[in-house]
């Protein structure tokens, strides 16, 4: 059985390393273990400051400047490094490159932000209302150094889920031996069973979520207000609706979505939820929408697991999982607008619009989620092939498969 180390209990990563993405480390690949304590090695010290020297060579030949190399290096606490172990022969980093290349690492990533975390300028904070973009990011002095980092022999690999990060990394850093690294692998999920839920009384029920860590701000970003203007048009031919919105609203929620939320029969559920809830909630709904910005891969794989009719924007990322018409429904307006990769292969966000209802966007969404409303066979078609694709192309199977081939190819350069 061959140890890999799964580093996200570590305190770098400690807003990342639990998110359900990473679920599948409960599930390894045959042969393989996930661990995520073990032995930590006297020559430790030894090797991080080995690495650490010729990262600062290699970053500094890419363009960095020390200054710019010393905040990088403290951005991944010396005590965390330290506390890598010696006894595995390859670490698993989730989303960010919290390490200094002591040990051989792979990581996972949607996209190529979070690779710069955690440095504003260059990642930016994901509810900020602005755009992210190649601004500062070539003359800045970290970029050169993560460049480094990833062209290091310690980095074996860059798991990504979507095609679109993937095919992007060697255009962003200019290095096409980068591609040597990269594996796709679309994300796996488990099959869901839907649980008995009592009578619905002929009731239609929406459900919308916001993120795993429930900010309120998320409300906005998976395009909350669009949602509520849709549902506010189609609710008074349709009474027979019930919408649940499982989030918390923002603070400064406009009052005409607070009064949409008390006149039009809507649910707001805010508070905590254990596993066996959650399962009711989603067994309870059939049709789940999710018009945001951008991909969101854990919540619609998981609508997609329980059989919903799923309804989501064209945002980046997203139709390298739903297929429109086929399982699931896509509304157009997103993409390129709050969410689109650039020729230099940055992913830009721009997150303004989504703080403010678009009537253009909420016009298409109406009829969308009509269409879906209206007709039971659809939602039925919708559903049974989302099941159908969790079942095989989105399956924790064929998910291992690909990374037992990427842990493979990284052991075998040890």
Same mark, same amino acid.
């Given at each position: 059985?061959?140890?890999?180390?799964?580093?996200?209990?570590?305190?770098?990563?400690?807003?990342?390393?639990?998110?359900?993405?990473?679920?599948? $480390?409960?599930?390894? !690949?045959?042969?393989?273990?996930?661990?995520?304590?073990?032995?930590?090695?006297?020559?430790?010290?030894?090797?991080?400051?080995?690495?650490?020297?010729?990262?600062?060579?290699?970053?500094?030949?890419?363009?960095?400047?020390? $200054?710019?190399?010393?905040?990088?290096?403290?951005?991944? +606490?010396?005590?965390?490094?330290?506390?890598?172990?010696?006894?595995?022969?390859?670490?698993?980093? !989730?989303?960010? !490159?919290? $390490?200094?290349?002591?040990?051989?690492?792979?990581?996972?990533?949607?996209?190529?932000?979070?690779?710069?975390?955690?440095?504003?300028? &260059?990642?930016?904070?994901?509810?900020?209302?602005?755009?992210?973009?190649?601004?500062?990011?070539?003359?800045?002095?970290?970029?050169?150094?993560?460049?480094?980092?990833?062209?290091?022999?310690?980095?074996?690999?860059?798991?990504?889920?979507?095609?679109?990060?993937?095919? +992007?990394?060697?255009?962003?850093?200019?290095?096409?031996?980068? =591609?040597?690294? &990269?594996?796709?692998?679309?994300?796996?999920?488990?099959?869901?069973?839907?649980?008995?839920?009592?009578?619905?009384?002929?009731?239609?029920?929406?459900?919308?979520?916001? +993120?795993?860590?429930?900010?309120?701000?998320?409300?906005?970003?998976?395009?909350?207000?669009?949602?509520?203007? @849709?549902?506010?048009?189609?609710?008074?031919?349709?009474?027979?609706?019930?919408?649940?919105?499982?989030?918390?609203?923002?603070?400064?929620?406009?009052?005409?979505?607070?009064?949409?939320?008390?006149?039009?029969?809507?649910?707001?559920?805010?508070?905590?939820?254990?596993? /066996?809830?959650? /399962?009711?909630?989603?067994?309870?709904?059939?049709?789940?929408?999710?018009?945001?910005?951008?991909?969101?891969?854990? +919540?619609?794989?998981? @609508?997609?697991?329980?059989?919903?009719?799923?309804?989501?924007?064209?945002?980046?990322?997203?139709?390298?999982?739903?297929?429109?018409?086929?399982?699931?429904?896509?509304?157009?307006?997103?993409?390129?607008?709050?969410?689109?990769?650039?020729?230099?292969?940055?992913?830009? /966000?721009?997150?303004?619009?989504?703080?403010?209802?678009?009537?253009?966007?909420?016009?298409?969404?109406?009829?969308?989620?009509?269409?879906?409303?209206?007709?039971?066979?659809?939602?039925?078609?919708?559903?049974?092939?989302?099941?159908?694709?969790? /079942?095989?192309?989105? =399956?924790?199977?064929?998910?291992?498969?690909?990374?037992?081939?990427?842990?493979?190819?990284?052991?075998?350069?040890?």
């Amino acid at each position: 059985m061959t140890k890999i180390f799964y580093a996200g209990h570590l305190r770098p990563f400690k807003h990342v390393g639990h998110h359900p993405q990473f679920e599948h $480390i409960q599930y390894p !690949p045959p042969g393989y273990q996930f661990v995520t304590h073990a032995q930590v090695g006297a020559r430790m010290p030894i090797r991080l400051l080995t690495s650490i020297s010729a990262l600062c060579r290699k970053a500094t030949a890419n363009g960095s400047n020390l $200054i710019d190399i010393a905040k990088f290096i403290r951005s991944r +606490s010396i005590r965390a490094q330290l506390s890598l172990p010696a006894d595995v022969r390859l670490a698993f980093l !989730p989303s960010m !490159p919290f $390490i200094l290349g002591q040990i051989p690492w792979v990581i996972e990533i949607e996209d190529t932000t979070t690779l710069f975390a955690p440095f504003p300028r &260059i990642s930016g904070r994901r509810h900020d209302p602005r755009i992210f973009g190649t601004e500062g990011i070539y003359d800045s002095g970290f970029f050169p150094i993560v460049k480094a980092l990833l062209q290091s022999n310690s980095c074996r690999g860059v798991i990504c889920h979507v095609r679109s990060t993937a095919e +992007s990394i060697p255009v962003l850093f200019n290095d096409d031996k980068l =591609s040597r690294k &990269i594996v796709h692998i679309p994300l796996g999920i488990r099959p869901r069973q839907r649980a008995k839920v009592a009578d619905k009384q002929d009731l239609t029920t929406i459900l919308f979520t916001n +993120s795993w860590h429930q900010a309120a701000t998320g409300f906005y970003l998976r395009g909350g207000l669009d949602l509520l203007e @849709a549902y506010s048009a189609i609710y008074s031919e349709h009474p027979r609706l019930r919408l649940i919105l499982r989030t918390k609203l923002p603070d400064n929620l406009d009052q005409r979505y607070r009064r949409i939320i008390e006149r039009c029969n809507v649910q707001v559920i805010d508070q905590f939820l254990s596993g /066996e809830e959650i /399962e009711a909630l989603f067994s309870g709904a059939d049709i789940y929408v999710l018009p945001s910005a951008r991909l969101h891969v854990v +919540s619609i794989l998981q @609508a997609m697991a329980y059989g919903l009719a799923i309804v989501v924007s064209d945002g980046w990322g997203i139709e390298e999982y739903v297929n429109d018409g086929r399982n699931g429904l896509i509304v157009r307006g997103r993409y390129g607008t709050c969410s689109w990769m650039d020729s230099n292969g940055m992913l830009r /966000e721009n997150y303004k619009p989504l703080f403010s209802a678009d009537a253009a966007f909420s016009r298409s969404l109406t009829a969308v989620l009509s269409s879906a409303i209206e007709d039971a066979h659809l939602r039925a078609k919708l559903g049974n092939a989302a099941i159908k694709d969790v /079942e095989t192309k989105f =399956s924790v199977e064929r998910w291992n498969f690909g990374l037992a081939n990427a842990f493979a190819k990284a052991l075998s350069a040890c």
